[in-house]
């Protein structure tokens, strides 16, 4: 079993930024991938960033340029820099978690972008 604690959500005006964190903690497989999905009001989810083990970073296009998705494996926490943020990206983001043992998500947390 893995466990998934995200932080850093809140309200932002447009153009702003945050940062969220992802602790995880549990069976860590030492070869994993950690990532961050969305979720807004009325849409399916959707995939925002992944990072492998190695450093390897995915992205969605409706972010690249603007998130940048990083990984402290001494402390397996996985964070979320997000920048240049837009209405479009209001949303529940989840942490998830993807190893040999299978893959677990975090309760999410609430990012919201008006002005």
């Known amino acids: 079993q893995v466990q998934l604690v995200e932080s850093g959500g809140g309200l932002v005006q447009p153009g702003g930024s945050l940062r969220l964190s992802c602790a995880a903690s549990g069976s860590i497989s030492s070869i994993n991938v950690m990532g961050w999905d969305r979720q807004a009001p009325g849409k399916e989810r959707e995939l925002v960033a992944t990072i492998t083990s190695g450093g390897i970073a995915n992205y969605a296009n409706s972010v690249k340029g603007r998130f940048t998705i990083s990984r402290d494996n001494a402390k397996n926490t996985v964070y979320l820099q997000m920048n240049s943020l837009e209405p479009e990206d209001t949303a529940v983001y989840y942490c998830?978690?993807?190893?040999?043992?299978?893959?677990?998500w975090g309760q999410g947390t609430q990012v919201t972008v008006s002005s």
């Open positions: 998830n978690f993807r190893g040999a043992r299978g893959r677990y």
